[in-house]
């Protein structure tokens, strides 16, 4: 499966951006779907999860309450709404998918996509 995220950019904080991970080559609804994202001079971090029937999702602390994950197998994307943005979510923002159960460090993801990046201006 080929993965491409997309839509990041620039906003200010307090601001809203929903990231889109379109899928190709394969049905997404056999994937874990998981985001990680990576700041500048730090290492990528686990973001969210969702799993394969979107009936379980998890995400880290600091943006529980705040982003949003969800699928549409329909249209073989996954998406991560993001509200009362900060500007510690400064970063470029990966999407990866994975077989069977669902995991939080990155090494257990076979499948990722480009990155998009994510600007918050305070």
């Known amino acids: 499966v080929q993965l491409q995220a997309s839509g990041g950019g620039l906003v200010q904080a307090g601001g809203s951006l929903r990231l889109s991970c379109a899928a190709s080559?394969?049905?997404?609804?056999?994937?874990?779907i998981g985001w990680f994202r990576q700041a500048p001079g730090k290492e990528r971090e686990f973001v969210a999860r969702?799993?394969?029937?979107?009936?379980?999702?998890y995400y880290q602390d600091s943006v529980k309450g705040r982003f949003t994950i969800s699928r549409d197998d329909a249209k073989n994307t996954e998406y991560l709404q993001m509200n009362s943005l900060k500007p510690e979510d400064t970063a470029v923002y990966y999407c990866?998918?994975?077989w069977g159960y669902g995991v939080e460090y990155e090494s257990g993801y076979g499948y990722w996509g480009r990155g998009t990046q994510v600007t918050v201006s305070s």
């Open positions: 080559g394969r049905s997404l609804s056999s994937y874990h």
């Open positions: 969702i799993s394969q029937k979107g009936d379980r999702v």
């Open positions: 990866a998918a994975r």
